[in-house]
């Protein structure tokens, strides 16, 4: 598991990555970030959800109720402003990777 800075960073990425596939509903976004990256970005629910509202808060996402199932649920998805802050995320994360490969890490 990665703490501190990194995880803050990554997490929001990740779960930007996650949404641009489609709407998920919180508890989604936990169990998906756990098993997509090996437990490597396990998030608790304490951690998702405000990292959810800030990045609500910002315009990168929005939500909608669902109250068709057997329990109301809040699905978020990317609006255009969360599209552009991933692509410019993505990017950087690419260079990162490519200066920490060249450096010898892999």
Partial sequence: MIEGEFLRGAGIVAVL?????GEMYGYELVV???KRT????????STLYPMLYNLEAK????????????RARK???LTLKGKNRL?????????LTTAMESLGFT
Wanted: aromatic fraction near 12%; proline fraction near 5%.
């Fill in 17 to 21: 990555k996650l949404l641009e596939r």
């Fill in 87 to 95: 692509a410019k995320d993505s990017l950087t994360w690419h260079k």
């Fill in 59 to 70: 315009g990168f996402i929005t939500p909608r109720w669902d109250e068709q199932g057997p």
């Fill in 75 to 77: 699905y978020y998805r």
């Fill in 32 to 34: 998906a970030l756990e």
């Fill in 38 to 45: 090996d437990g490597v970005l396990a998030l608790g629910q």
